[in-house]
């Protein structure tokens, strides 16, 4: 662990921002078989994001909503059609070359699927090398090795797993093994895009108290992408709630969860199953009428009000934007008193 701590750069203190998007945008052509633009899928529409150091922010919403493209955004894997990043006081958004390495040093991403994240011909240790050999100076090439070792043993693995191939492991030990390669290069910011969806539950719980370690140990700041509310509940200290490519409430995880103030929130959180029988019988299931529309075709004004039951004409010609309901808490809808009266 110190060895590890010895090679991070410096970090901020916690709460100061260490990641921040301004108006981000990402739109994608749609195409005919003659390759002519017939259309805009619209994945994300002007969301402006803030990443504090050392926090878990939660981004989480439908299938479909654009998160994972947001979390492409903000690694730098995709660039946006529109909008700025800066990680500190650093304006990120056009870096290239040995800029954009660095950059990626800082910020690291664990992808949903483990099976898919690692090269099946390479063994456990060459893929946790990979990082070092790209990043050459992290690391003296003598003491490689000794740092896979050290990897390992910090996601809680055996140092001879180093050997082995990645079809000799299970969905967990697999996750276990892209959080260590990530680890490998001393980020500052994880980007988690739905890290446990694709395991077992017993697994899923592992893989958590994992993640929320390391942060503790390393100060980390994670950026934790999900549709899993309760997941979400556990380890976030903020959540952002995503519809239509849009951000449509955001603030700290207990007053978002207690407190939901836009009315899509309310659905999502009226639909996570209730354990406790008395509590189940008193709350009232929300159930959303139609379909998400298509990115290519959003409604005009709030995208949320073709399923909206609060929904009225002024929703149809006003783009809400993000409003303080409480001193770090913001929802964006324009019946913001109505939608507390209904929750």
Same mark, same amino acid.
């Given at each position: 662990?110190?060895?590890?701590?010895?090679?991070?750069?410096?970090?901020?203190?916690?709460?100061?921002?260490?990641?921040?998007?301004?108006?981000?945008?990402?739109?994608?052509?749609?195409?005919?078989?003659?390759?002519? =633009?017939? $259309?805009? #899928?619209?994945?994300?529409?002007?969301?402006?994001? @803030?990443?504090?150091?050392?926090?878990?922010?939660?981004?989480? $919403?439908?299938?479909?909503?654009?998160?994972?493209?947001?979390?492409?955004?903000? =690694?730098?894997?995709? &660039?946006? =059609?529109?909008?700025?990043?800066?990680?500190?006081?650093?304006? #990120?958004?056009?870096?290239?070359?040995?800029?954009?390495? /660095?950059? &990626?040093?800082? *910020?690291?991403?664990?992808?949903?699927?483990?099976?898919?994240?690692?090269?099946?011909?390479?063994?456990?240790?060459?893929?946790?090398?990979?990082?070092?050999?790209?990043?050459?100076?992290?690391?003296?090439?003598?003491?490689?090795?000794?740092?896979?070792?050290?990897?390992?043993?910090? *996601?809680?693995?055996?140092?001879?797993?180093? !050997?082995?191939?990645?079809?000799?492991?299970?969905?967990?030990?697999?996750?276990?093994?892209?959080?260590?390669?990530?680890?490998?290069?001393?980020?500052?910011?994880?980007?988690?895009?739905?890290?446990?969806?694709?395991?077992?539950?017993? #697994?899923?719980?592992?893989?958590?108290?994992?993640? @929320?370690?390391?942060?503790? /140990?390393?100060?980390?700041?994670?950026?934790?992408?999900? !549709?899993?509310?309760?997941?979400?509940?556990?380890?976030?200290?903020?959540?952002?709630?995503?519809?239509?490519?849009?951000?449509?409430? /955001? $603030?700290?995880?207990?007053?978002?969860? =207690?407190?939901?103030?836009?009315?899509?929130?309310?659905?999502?959180?009226?639909?996570?199953?209730?354990?406790?029988?008395?509590? &189940?019988?008193?709350?009232?299931?929300?159930?959303?009428?139609?379909?998400?529309?298509?990115?290519?075709?959003?409604?005009?004004?709030?995208?949320?009000?073709?399923?909206?039951?609060?929904?009225?004409?002024?929703?149809?010609?006003?783009?809400?934007?993000? /409003?303080?309901?409480?001193?770090? !808490? &913001?929802?964006?809808?324009?019946?913001?008193?109505?939608?507390?009266?209904?929750?």
């Amino acid at each position: 662990m110190t060895d590890l701590m010895q090679t991070r750069p410096d970090t901020l203190r916690p709460g100061e921002d260490a990641l921040t998007g301004r108006g981000l945008t990402r739109h994608f052509p749609v195409r005919d078989g003659l390759g002519r =633009t017939v $259309g805009t #899928v619209k994945a994300v529409q002007d969301v402006d994001l @803030q990443l504090r150091s050392g926090e878990c922010l939660a981004l989480v $919403g439908e299938s479909g909503c654009g998160k994972s493209t947001l979390a492409s955004l903000i =690694t730098l894997l995709d &660039r946006p =059609t529109a909008g700025s990043m800066r990680l500190e006081e650093q304006d #990120v958004s056009s870096l290239r070359g040995r800029q954009l390495r /660095e950059f &990626r040093r800082n *910020v690291q991403i664990v992808l949903q699927d483990p099976y898919a994240a690692l090269n099946p011909r390479l063994t456990i240790g060459q893929s946790l090398r990979e990082p070092l050999e790209i990043h050459g100076g992290l690391v003296r090439r003598g003491e490689r090795e000794a740092k896979v070792v050290e990897l390992l043993e910090l *996601v809680g693995l055996d140092a001879s797993h180093r !050997h082995r191939y990645p079809h000799e492991f299970s969905g967990g030990q697999r996750q276990r093994v892209c959080i260590a390669r990530a680890l490998a290069v001393s980020p500052r910011i994880l980007v988690c895009d739905e890290p446990v969806s694709a395991l077992d539950v017993s #697994v899923q719980a592992q893989i958590l108290d994992l993640l @929320q370690h390391l942060q503790r /140990e390393l100060g980390l700041a994670y950026l934790f992408i999900s !549709h899993d509310l309760a997941v979400v509940r556990g380890i976030a200290d903020r959540v952002a709630v995503m519809y239509l490519g849009r951000i449509v409430e /955001e $603030g700290p995880t207990a007053e978002v969860f =207690t407190h939901p103030r836009h009315p899509y929130t309310q659905a999502l959180l009226s639909s996570v199953p209730v354990t406790d029988p008395r509590e &189940r019988s008193t709350r009232e299931r929300i159930r959303l009428s139609g379909d998400v529309p298509s990115p290519t075709d959003p409604p005009s004004g709030c995208a949320f009000r073709s399923r909206c039951w609060l929904a009225t004409d002024e929703c149809a010609t006003t783009v809400p934007s993000l /409003e303080h309901v409480s001193a770090d !808490h &913001r929802a964006a809808c324009v019946r913001l008193d109505a939608a507390r009266t209904s929750a």
